[in-house]
């Protein structure tokens, strides 16, 4: 293992995050902030408890698990898009380093990065409302393993895209409405039954759950069902990104 | 150093730049590869340094082979690419330890030092990629390549779009690290620099490789010019006394050809004495150079 190079790209990686500190981490505070004035304060005022905690409570799990996939996803995709698209892919490729390497290093940054802004979210969300966690680990453990599937998906997306507008096109179409509609500002059973089944084939909705099943014990999934849908989500991603080292595809033609 | 056994490219569009190449490169020499655009050189030069899968044929660095013990063998290899692939963000310094840092190997600020000061980066070397003129970047492309301390080296048209001062100093490198050992192979298409610089020289044409000769033997054959000679009345053949070796006259008879090697014994003083004798009146000529491209049809017309 080339451990130094893995360990070169996730700190190159950190640095960039630096350098654009203020949009990967100013700007998710200041829409975090916005969710909390307009849902939290302006709609939750009309909105009684959700199985027993207020909506501002409510709506903490969700928006920290929206800022962690949409977070690692561009992260990681833009951190090997980049790269790729300035030529400068070539001093990973002409060095002694292997796939995995590569892989690692880009996705554990982009996991890492989330991760701060997710915490940076959740001290925000302390300003407006007390957040005592039932099961901190587990949040913890979902966390982890959502930014890390995300930035999974985002890598192999960064690979694949060959211009800035497929770069986009996941977020845009795919991730943002899929979590909008993942139960972030509602829970399932305030749905009509038809919506309540088409709802459960959307897997955000079992990570934004297995979250809030973390923070406060309430969920509209069982959180083993959480927790399946991610590590099914992980191997999936795990056999597209061993097809692609297999491969070399778009990387080595 | 460098053994490549019937290497074979073709892109995924059908494109084949490369066809059966054979080639050695010997330890600590300078190989030129030349050839005209889109003969192949940089596909061959990417198909070495991993960063273009060959369809077929083998490549091994050091005994090494580049697909099977690619860590070992890009470990000796450092590459100065055609295009300036950088990263405008980072700075001079960083982008140093980066590239050493890929290759697995521990920060070394001395030597980043040693090579900066070598390509007049040192004064730079806080400085933003972006802030730099095109003559430095190309400098720091060098100086990346540099930092894993590579046993043999690899320039893609270093000198391409580069000012006289920088070509100099990049010529300058290049013998020096000649003379601590380090093989290096750069491709070009300027004759001279390949004629100031290599040991031996290989020219590469539609991804076959043409010939590979010490440059000594293949600059007497390409060293060939040609003396034209613009006639003030058209001839219609040479008149008897001016009929010495490599004298011609053009098809029309408005013109003598003359093609002879440079030096004391070039002969263009007997033909311009004999061409007098015979009061033949020019009123203009020329001497031009066999071109890179002449020889390429030169070459593969004796085979």
Known sequence: ?253 | MIEITNITKTYASGFTALRDVNLTIKKGEIFALLGPNGAGKTTLISAICGLVEPSGGTITVGGFDTKKEYRQARSLIGLVPQELFLEIFETVWSTMTYARGFYGKKDDPELYEQILRDLSLWDKKDEKIQALSGGMKRRVLIARALTNEPAVLFLDEPTAGVDVELRREMLDVVKDLQKRGTTVILTTHYIEEAEELADRIGIISAGEIKLVEDKDALMKRMGHKTLSLNLVQNLEKLPVGVQQEGVALSPDGSQIHYSYKTGANSGITTLLSSLKEAGVAFEDLDTEQSSLEEIFVTLINQK
């Open chain 1, 1 to 253: 293992m080339n451990w130094i190079g893995l360990w070169t790209i996730y700190k190159k990686e950190m640095q960039r995050t630096r350098r654009v500190l203020f949009q990967s981490v100013v700007s998710p505070v200041i829409t975090t902030a916005l969710y909390f004035v307009v849902f939290g304060s302006a709609i939750g005022s009309a909105v009684d408890t959700i199985g027993g905690i207020s909506y501002a409570q409510f709506i903490v799990p969700g928006l920290i698990m929206m800022a962690l996939l949409a977070n690692s996803f561009s992260a990681a995709s833009s951190g090997i898009y980049f790269p790729k698209f300035i030529g400068s892919i070539y001093e990973l490729l002409s060095a002694p380093i292997s796939y995995i390497e590569i892989t690692a290093g880009y996705v554990l940054a982009a996991t890492t990065r989330a991760l701060l802004i997710g915490a940076i979210i959740f001290g925000v969300a302390l300003f407006f409302t007390p957040l005592p966690i039932v099961h901190p680990w587990w949040a913890l453990v979902f966390a982890v393993l959502v930014s890390f599937v995300f930035a999974l998906f985002g890598f192999v997306v960064g690979l694949w895209a060959s211009n800035f507008e497929q770069l986009g096109l996941l977020p845009t179409f795919v991730i943002a409405p899929l979590s909008f509609l993942g139960g972030v500002f509602y829970s399932i059973d305030m749905l009509p039954p038809f919506w309540q089944t088409v709802t459960l084939f959307n897997p955000l909705v079992y990570m934004i759950n297995g979250l809030r099943w973390a923070f406060f014990g309430i969920t509209d999934v069982h959180p083993v069902w959480s927790m399946s849908v991610i590590l099914l989500f992980m191997a999936v991603l795990f056999v597209i990104v061993g097809w692609i080292f297999k491969t070399g595809y778009k990387l080595r033609k």
